[in-house]
């Protein structure tokens, strides 16, 4: 039987191993000691679980929760979002809807509503004119501009990857949820049963760092992780790396599950996760820092060049994409489509 080689064991790679390992032997390599990425459910000192990031799985696809419920049960939650954009002590729905823009300072609630008169267009270069063709230069100002600059280190004029963006345009509404999909989650459970799932029958290495150097010539391999190490190139590219800072309390209902700060705090964002782990009296709460050694954003808009025929990028990393995790299992699925075809034909 045939041996594919997955490199990256998060969300990507546990699901190309689960889509490909009735047909051939999978030997999945991860740099980590545990499967998952950022999506691995984690407990701090006092037992309590949480993510690294909210993960709430988005899909209105049948299919894909056929398989998560195989695992352990998702059940609907509604996943709510906030964003300060002077770290006041006030919030604001995200996106945007009719109840956020009445709770603004006065100033900004008329300059944005003569800016929404003009405003409308969907299309553009780059994420700054995307964002003031939509809703106006005065939003634009105010809550995307050093968001961009903070979570991608690039201004947004200099961001020309612009459809993952799309999705977060709406009109302004009585209520918008974060994502347009019904939104899911492993309540009391977390997400490590998933990738055991995932990986049942597959030779699983963990703590295990691979190049492509590591592999025989016409070997069929997957990298799911950052390209620019896998290609062994001389010049790094511009991956983005996370850290987290992590505390408990005591869950606040009354707050959205993660809120965004777009302003010159050293953090991007918060996430508390009471609402996801019920059976705890605390809550873990997360903030996101873009100066450390996790996961990372990948450089949007990289070209990747095939120089082999049996090596394939998949994943954010990989494909250097802004996937959520719906779609990074939908891309893994007709990856693997496509390598089946592949070894039928040959």
């Keep these: 039987m045939k041996t594919i080689h997955i490199v990256g064991g998060g969300i990507t790679g546990c699901f190309l191993a689960y889509f490909l390992k009735d047909q051939f032997k999978v030997d999945l390599y991860e740099a980590k000691d545990k499967l998952g990425g950022l999506c691995s459910t984690e407990y701090n000192m006092e037992g309590i679980p949480y993510q690294k990031g909210s993960h709430v799985f988005y899909t209105d696809e049948a299919w894909i929760l056929d398989i998560l419920n195989k695992a352990v049960e998702f059940v609907p939650v509604e996943y709510?979002?906030?964003?300060?954009?002077?770290?006041?002590l006030r919030y604001?729905?995200?996106?945007?809807?009719?109840y956020s823009l009445d709770l603004m300072p006065w100033h900004w609630k008329e300059a944005i509503r003569l800016d929404l008169q003009k405003a409308g267009g969907n299309t553009a270069d780059n994420l700054e004119d995307l964002v003031t063709n939509y809703y106006g230069k005065t939003i634009y100002e105010i809550f995307y501009k050093s968001y961009f600059q903070k979570m991608l280190n690039f201004d947004g004029a200099q961001i020309h990857d612009i459809g993952w963006f799309q999705k977060f345009?709406?009109?302004?509404?009585?209520?918008?949820n974060y994502f347009p999909e019904k939104a899911y989650f492993p309540v009391e459970e977390g997400y490590n049963k998933v990738f055991a799932y995932l990986t049942r029958g597959v030779?699983?290495?963990?703590n295990s760092n691979v190049s492509r150097y590591d592999f025989a010539e016409g070997e069929t391999v997957i990298c799911t992780g950052r390209v620019d190490y896998f290609m062994d190139r001389e010049e790094r590219l511009p991956y983005i790396k996370f850290s987290?800072?992590?505390?408990s309390a005591m869950y606040a209902a009354s707050k959205p599950d993660?809120?965004?700060f777009p302003n010159h705090t050293p953090f991007i964002s918060i996430t508390q996760f009471g609402k996801f782990f019920p059976q705890h009296e605390k809550n873990i709460i997360v903030k996101d820092f873009t100066d450390?050694?996790?996961e990372a954003i990948p450089p949007l808009g990289y070209k990747i060049s095939p120089f082999n025929s049996n090596i394939y990028f998949a994943g954010r990393q990989g494909s250097c994409q802004m996937l959520d995790m719906s779609d990074c299992v939908k891309q893994a699925s007709v990856l693997a489509a496509q390598i089946k075809h592949k070894e039928r034909t040959k």
């Excluded at 987290?244 to 505390?247: A, M, P, T």
């Design 203 to 206: 030779n699983v290495h963990l």
């Design 80 to 88: 709510l979002v906030g964003i300060n954009p002077l770290f006041d």
């Design 169 to 176: 345009l709406r009109p302004i509404e009585d209520k918008v």
């Design 258 to 260: 993660t809120v965004i």
């Design 244 to 247: 987290f800072d992590v505390d």
């Design 92 to 98: 604001y729905n995200f996106p945007f809807d009719k």
């Design 292 to 294: 450390g050694e996790e």
